[in-house]
């Protein structure tokens, strides 16, 4: 069985959320919290995507390969 990614339990919980199951077990058993599971809620009954939004910043300074010094 492979790792589930969070746009997949993202889309887990709105199942369950369709299925009537309450907004404070959905936090509770999925382990974010009652602010995180109502606004995924309204970003699906806007139609928006569940997947990460893009995040701010710039490109990284560092080359790819020297990832993983910083990481030791």
Same mark, same amino acid.
């Given at each position: 069985? /492979?790792? +589930? ?6 889309e887990r919980a709105v199942a369950d959320a369709d299925a =009537? @199951?309450? +907004? ?6 999925? =382990? *974010?919290? @009652?602010?995180? *599971?109502?606004? +995924?809620l309204a970003r699906e009954r806007h139609g928006e995507p @569940?997947?990460? +939004?893009?995040?701010? $910043? /710039? ?5 790819? $390969? ?7």
């Open positions: 069985m /492979g790792t +589930r990614t969070p746009a997949d339990l993202r =009537g @199951l309450a +907004r404070s077990e959905l936090a509770r058993a999925y =382990g *974010v919290s @009652l602010r995180c *599971v109502e606004c +995924r @569940l997947a990460d +939004r893009p995040r701010s $910043g /710039g490109p990284p300074n560092i080359a790819p $390969g020297q990832r993983p010094a910083l990481a030791a």
